[in-house]
């Protein structure tokens, strides 16, 4: 091996090696982190084969990812037979130091360096296979740490997805918290739009001392063009940070509290993150199609869509604002209804223990 990679150990060197290979095999002039990230898995062992199982990475389905975003840049004939080359970023991630500086650099050191730039090629590679490279991240940089075998097992446990028992959101609502339902003043739900297909109203309104829940409710008058879509999907773009597609589609669903801070469904925040929000959070928690056909001869269906969301934390006292949007179907409008209720009914709950389990 050349001088570059006198750093490595055993382990990182077979990785490196097979990683080559692979590039090579392939058609490609390059060997970038995805390659890399190949390397790692392909003969995994230890520690690494518990990260491997976690995220269902083994190397034939991390091998057709590769193919799949590589297409475009192999050489199916024989016009090109040199070694591949090293990226500057897999040259970068086989520098990857230990954490405390000393040791050579392993496994989860080139693993944590393949996808610290989340346009790199590696991270490419998860995305396609639906694994979020922040997480696999994640775990990379406790490795780099060389746990003891009792930490490393215990980590990789409290880790497993497999147990769900364990994951719960540490900022609710907890599958078995209390809410006190809050209402709307006279109403059970505010009217927020009305067109000539559909009406938006908000309704089931309740909170405990964390937040509060709330259903956004849209009922057809007419047959839809297109049904609207409350959650945007996530687009992967190999080489770039995931996106989400705003189309006409999408229902735009937005509060906007009196303190001028807002929550909408257009940066939508996964229940089960670890890490705590820097603002005021919306997280998706169902929704609910219901379609009907009443028995006369008119034959249309009648669709309701409910969408309910969990909102932290709870609004200051004061006007909270309801916004939606849905251009499919030309919905507009805005509602208001006071925070009061929520913010008293948190409060009532904060010193009557005995009515909240979490």
Known sequence: MDEPYDDLDDTARRALEVALAAAAAIGDQQCGTEYLLYGVFA?????????????VLDSLRVERAIQKIREPF????????????????????????????????????ILYGVLSDPRSGACAVLRELGVRPEEVHRLAAYGRRHLSKDEAALLLQALDRRDLNRHRPWWG?????????CSFGAAASVEVARSVTAVASVADLAANQHGFVITLEVESSRPWVLPPV?????????????TRRHGPEILRFELVFADGSKVSN??????WRSERPTGPAMVPLSTQWE???????????????????????????????????????VLSGLAAFDARPLVKAAAAMQFNPARNPC
């Open 173 to 181: 609502p907890l599958p078995d918290a209390t809410l006190t339902p």
């Open 43 to 55: 003969g995994v062992r230890g520690d690494m084969a518990e990260i491997a199982e976690l995220f």
């Open 230 to 242: 409350v959650d945007p999907p996530e687009i992967l773009v190999p080489g770039f940070a995931a």
């Open 291 to 329: 379609t009907s056909r009443p028995n006369d001869r008119r034959g249309c269906e009648h669709r309701r869509v409910l969408a309910q969301w969990w909102i932290w934390p709870l609004p200051v006292p004061g006007t909270v604002e309801v916004r939606v949007d849905w251009p499919a179907e």
């Open 74 to 109: 192999t050489y199916t004939s024989n016009d090109y037979d040199g070694d591949p080359q090293l990226t500057p970023r897999a040259l970068a991630a086989l520098h990857t130091s230990r954490h405390d500086g000393s040791g050579p650099t392993g496994v989860f050191e």
């Open 266 to 271: 257009m940066n939508p925040i996964d229940r």
